[in-house]
């Protein structure tokens, strides 16, 4: 049974959306956890810390998703004119017709790799680019929304209030005054 060109394309592209996904909703998911139980800080603290957390997380995955595809583009236009075309095109001269056509046609053979060397080249530039450079810029201001929001909630231990369920915002009455 022949497998269908189409699916050969297609299964590099859904591979590295699957992965992206799953590695960055587990971290998020183990980020916010960690975040929300952690006994070092007040609750209040906590529940900050996992929002800023959870926003992040929600911001990798959406911005790898949207970008991967024009850093993909990016990457293929890029090896293939900057690349093997400068490397072959400055040599073709030095190179009989024979053996450049020769080199050509196992080029364009082994395909599948350059496809593959394309995909992985585009996992790594997305991920640093969207988690090192576009994320920290834009997390602080999602993870205010979400904090004011109070998506997360901070796991209370024995004797712990959080100060929305504490009596700490009512006013004080003076006695005697």
């Given at each position: 049974?022949?497998?269908?060109?189409?699916?050969?394309?297609?299964?590099p592209?859904?591979?590295?959306?699957?992965?992206?996904?799953?590695?960055?909703?587990?971290?998020?998911?183990?980020?916010?956890?960690?975040?929300?139980?952690?006994?070092?800080?007040?609750?209040?603290?906590?529940?900050?810390?996992?929002n800023?957390?959870?926003?992040?997380?929600?911001?990798?995955?959406?911005?790898?998703?949207?970008?991967?595809k024009?850093?993909?583009?990016?990457?293929?236009?890029?090896?293939?004119t900057?690349?093997?075309?400068?490397?072959?095109?400055?040599?073709q001269?030095?190179?009989?017709?024979?053996?450049?056509?020769?080199?050509?046609?196992?080029?364009?053979?082994?395909?599948?790799?350059?496809?593959?060397?394309?995909?992985?080249?585009?996992?790594?530039?997305?991920?640093?680019f969207?988690?090192?450079?576009?994320?920290?810029?834009?997390?602080?201001?999602?993870?205010?929304?979400?904090?004011?929001?109070?998506?997360?909630?901070?796991?209370?231990?024995?004797?712990?209030?959080y100060?929305?369920?504490?009596?700490?915002?009512?006013?004080k009455?003076?006695?005697?005054?």
């Amino acid at each position: 049974m022949k497998i269908p060109q189409n699916v050969l394309v297609l299964a590099p592209a859904a591979s590295i959306a699957v992965s992206l996904i799953a590695k960055d909703a587990v971290n998020c998911y183990l980020y916010v956890t960690q975040a929300r139980s952690n006994k070092k800080f007040k609750p209040k603290q906590r529940a900050d810390v996992a929002n800023y957390d959870f926003a992040n997380g929600i911001i990798n995955i959406g911005l790898q998703l949207l970008a991967i595809k024009p850093i993909e583009k990016l990457m293929e236009k890029l090896i293939e004119t900057k690349c093997m075309d400068k490397f072959f095109k400055n040599r073709q001269q030095e190179l009989s017709e024979g053996s450049y056509k020769k080199i050509m046609s196992n080029i364009s053979k082994h395909e599948g790799v350059a496809k593959g060397a394309v995909a992985v080249l585009s996992v790594i530039l997305c991920q640093y680019f969207i988690k090192r450079v576009v994320s920290p810029y834009l997390s602080v201001p999602a993870g205010e929304w979400t904090k004011q929001k109070g998506i997360i909630k901070p796991k209370l231990y024995e004797g712990e209030t959080y100060p929305e369920n504490s009596k700490t915002n009512e006013p004080k009455q003076i006695a005697n005054a």
